[in-house]
Nanobody, 124 residues
Framework: QVQLVESGGGLVQAGGSLRLSCAAS????????MGWFRQAPGKEREIVAS????????YYGESVKGRFTISRDNAKNTVYLQMNSLKPEDTAVYTC?????????????????WGQGTQVTVSS
Protein backbone atom coordinates (compact mmCIF):
# COMPACT_ATOMS: atom_id res chain seq x y z
CA GLN A 1 0.00 0.00 0.00
CA VAL A 2 1.46 3.31 -1.09
CA GLN A 3 1.35 6.15 1.42
CA LEU A 4 2.56 9.72 1.16
CA VAL A 5 2.23 11.53 4.47
CA GLU A 6 2.80 15.26 4.71
CA SER A 7 3.73 17.12 7.86
CA GLY A 8 4.99 20.52 8.93
CA GLY A 9 2.08 22.71 7.96
CA GLY A 10 0.63 25.30 10.27
CA LEU A 11 0.03 28.97 10.92
CA VAL A 12 2.84 31.44 10.36
CA GLN A 13 3.12 35.20 10.03
CA ALA A 14 4.00 36.83 6.75
CA GLY A 15 7.76 36.81 6.24
CA GLY A 16 8.17 33.65 8.24
CA SER A 17 9.28 30.17 7.24
CA LEU A 18 7.97 26.62 7.31
CA ARG A 19 9.44 23.32 6.27
CA LEU A 20 7.11 20.69 4.91
CA SER A 21 8.02 17.02 4.85
CA CYS A 22 6.49 14.16 2.89
CA ALA A 23 7.35 10.64 3.96
CA ALA A 24 6.76 7.91 1.40
CA SER A 25 6.16 4.22 1.97
CA UNK A 26 5.12 1.34 -0.25
CA UNK A 27 7.22 2.54 -3.20
CA UNK A 28 10.88 2.40 -4.17
CA UNK A 29 11.31 6.08 -3.43
CA UNK A 30 14.43 6.60 -5.56
CA UNK A 31 12.51 5.48 -8.66
CA UNK A 32 10.09 8.38 -8.35
CA UNK A 33 10.23 12.05 -9.17
CA MET A 34 8.42 14.03 -6.49
CA GLY A 35 6.33 17.16 -6.52
CA TRP A 36 4.55 19.60 -4.28
CA PHE A 37 1.24 21.13 -5.31
CA ARG A 38 -1.03 23.58 -3.56
CA GLN A 39 -4.66 24.54 -3.77
CA ALA A 40 -6.27 27.55 -2.18
CA PRO A 41 -10.04 27.89 -1.70
CA GLY A 42 -11.72 28.79 -4.96
CA LYS A 43 -8.53 28.37 -6.96
CA GLU A 44 -7.14 25.65 -9.17
CA ARG A 45 -4.41 23.33 -7.98
CA GLU A 46 -0.99 24.59 -9.01
CA ILE A 47 2.48 23.15 -9.15
CA VAL A 48 4.78 24.50 -6.47
CA ALA A 49 7.92 22.50 -7.13
CA SER A 50 9.17 19.23 -8.52
CA UNK A 51 12.41 17.32 -8.10
CA UNK A 52 13.91 14.58 -10.23
CA UNK A 53 14.43 11.17 -8.74
CA UNK A 54 18.15 11.60 -8.05
CA UNK A 55 17.97 15.26 -7.07
CA UNK A 56 19.75 16.58 -10.14
CA UNK A 57 16.94 18.80 -11.38
CA UNK A 58 14.33 20.97 -9.73
CA TYR A 59 11.41 22.94 -11.12
CA TYR A 60 9.64 25.81 -9.37
CA GLY A 61 6.42 27.59 -10.05
CA GLU A 62 6.87 31.25 -10.91
CA SER A 63 5.19 32.47 -7.74
CA VAL A 64 7.63 30.67 -5.43
CA LYS A 65 10.94 30.98 -7.26
CA GLY A 66 13.66 32.32 -5.01
CA ARG A 67 11.62 31.69 -1.85
CA PHE A 68 10.96 27.93 -1.78
CA THR A 69 13.41 25.06 -2.06
CA ILE A 70 12.57 21.45 -2.77
CA SER A 71 14.94 18.70 -1.71
CA ARG A 72 14.89 14.98 -1.05
CA ASP A 73 16.62 12.37 1.05
CA ASN A 74 16.37 9.03 -0.69
CA ALA A 75 17.79 7.24 2.34
CA LYS A 76 14.86 8.52 4.40
CA ASN A 77 12.22 8.21 1.66
CA THR A 78 11.34 11.83 2.27
CA VAL A 79 10.91 14.96 0.19
CA TYR A 80 11.01 18.42 1.73
CA LEU A 81 9.75 21.86 0.86
CA GLN A 82 11.52 24.72 2.61
CA MET A 83 9.33 27.81 2.40
CA ASN A 84 10.84 31.18 3.24
CA SER A 85 9.54 34.73 3.03
CA LEU A 86 6.00 33.44 3.18
CA LYS A 87 3.17 35.64 1.95
CA PRO A 88 -0.56 35.52 2.70
CA GLU A 89 -1.12 34.38 -0.88
CA ASP A 90 0.86 31.23 -0.09
CA THR A 91 -2.04 30.09 2.10
CA ALA A 92 -3.28 26.77 0.74
CA VAL A 93 -3.39 23.03 1.26
CA TYR A 94 -0.03 21.66 0.19
CA THR A 95 0.09 18.13 -1.17
CA CYS A 96 3.00 15.98 -2.23
CA UNK A 97 2.89 13.56 -5.13
CA UNK A 98 5.05 10.84 -6.67
CA UNK A 99 5.65 10.19 -10.38
CA UNK A 100 7.28 7.02 -11.65
CA UNK A 101 9.69 8.78 -13.97
CA UNK A 102 13.17 10.25 -14.04
CA UNK A 103 12.82 13.99 -14.47
CA UNK A 104 10.69 16.73 -12.98
CA UNK A 105 6.97 16.64 -13.67
CA UNK A 106 4.92 19.81 -13.93
CA UNK A 107 1.45 18.53 -14.75
CA UNK A 108 -0.65 17.01 -11.96
CA UNK A 109 -1.75 14.40 -14.49
CA UNK A 110 1.78 13.03 -14.57
CA UNK A 111 1.72 11.86 -10.98
CA UNK A 112 0.82 8.38 -9.81
CA UNK A 113 0.34 8.81 -6.08
CA TRP A 114 -0.85 11.64 -3.87
CA GLY A 115 -0.79 12.48 -0.19
CA GLN A 116 -3.68 13.88 1.81
CA GLY A 117 -2.26 17.36 2.14
CA THR A 118 -1.29 19.71 4.94
CA GLN A 119 -2.70 23.17 5.58
CA VAL A 120 -0.42 26.18 5.44
CA THR A 121 -1.87 29.48 6.61
CA VAL A 122 0.07 32.72 6.37
CA SER A 123 -1.31 35.65 8.32
CA SER A 124 -0.70 39.26 7.34
Amino acid sequence: QVQLVESGGGLVQAGGSLRLSCAASGITFSWYAMGWFRQAPGKEREIVASISRIDTNQYYGESVKGRFTISRDNAKNTVYLQMNSLKPEDTAVYTCAAAHTVGTVVSHGGYDYWGQGTQVTVSS
